[in-house]
C-alpha cells in the first residue's frame, strides 16, 4: 500500500511535502494478531502457540506487551492497549523461555490423556473411524509414549495416523509391520 501510495503522489504531483509523515501512519499499519488484541475495544484472547519455537526477538518484544500492555512502534510511537488482552502462550519444551517471560505467565503443565480421553478425542475429531481401529492405534500410541523415543507422539500424530489408516479403508491395525510402517510413515527396514 506504501509503494502504491508513492506512486498515486508522484502520477497526481501533489501532496509529495507530506508524503514520508503520511506513509508511517496508522493507515498504512497492517495489524497482527497481538496488535489487533490489545487494540481491541472488547477484552480479547490472544493464542501464542509454541512459543518456544520464536526468536528471542520476539519473546523481548513480547515482555513489553505482556508487561505494559503497550506496543513500540518506531514509526508511531508507544501504542497502549484499550483493554487488557487474555494471553495464552503454548509450549512444546523445544527450549527454555527467558525468566523475565516466565515470572509474566502462570504455569501448568498438561500430560497427555488417559487411553480413554485420547480415544474420546479422536472419536470426535475422527468419527469416521472404527472403534476397533481407534482404541488398537491410542493403545500402540499410548505404548510407544513410554518408550525412550527422540520425539514423543503427540495426539496430532495419533490422529494423522487415524486419518491414514481410515484413507486406507483399515478397520485395524495392519498385522504386518511393513504395512503399520507405511501407514504410520515409517519404514520398516
Known amino acids: 500500500r506504501q509503494l502504491l501510495e508513492i506512486r498515486l503522489r508522484e502520477a497526481e504531483q501533489k501532496g509529495l511535502a507530506s508524503l514520508r509523515n503520511d506513509l508511517f501512519s496508522q493507515e498504512f499499519l497492517l495489524q497482527r494478531p497481538l496488535m489487533q488484541a490489545i487494540t481491541s475495544e472488547h477484552p480479547a484472547v490472544l493464542l501464542i502457540d509454541e512459543i518456544d519455537r520464536a526468536d528471542e526477538a520476539f519473546e523481548a518484544y513480547l515482555l513489553e506487551t505482556l508487561g505494559e500492555y503497550q506496543i513500540s512502534v518506531p514509526e508511531l510511537g508507544t501504542i497502549r492497549a484499550t483493554t487488557h488482552p487474555f494471553v495464552v502462550l503454548t509450549s512444546n519444551g523445544t527450549r527454555d523461555l527467558s525468566d523475565a517471560l ?10 497427555y ?5 485420547e480415544i474420546e478425542i479422536v472419536k470426535a475429531l475422527v468419527p469416521e473411524a472404527n472403534l476397533e481401529l481407534v482404541q488398537q492405534a491410542v493403545g500402540f500410541v499410548q505404548k510407544l509414549r513410554k518408550q525412550d523415543l527422540e520425539k514423543t507422539p503427540g495426539i496430532a500424530e495419533t490422529l494423522d495416523w487415524i486419518r491414514v489408516l481410515c484413507a486406507m479403508e483399515q478397520t485395524s491395525i495392519p498385522d504386518d509391520p511393513a504395512g503399520a510402517g507405511v501407514s504410520a510413515g515409517v519404514s520398516a527396514s
Open 102 to 111: 516466565r515470572r509474566r505467565c502462570l504455569y501448568h503443565y498438561m500430560d
Open 113 to 117: 490423556p488417559s487411553q480413554p480421553r
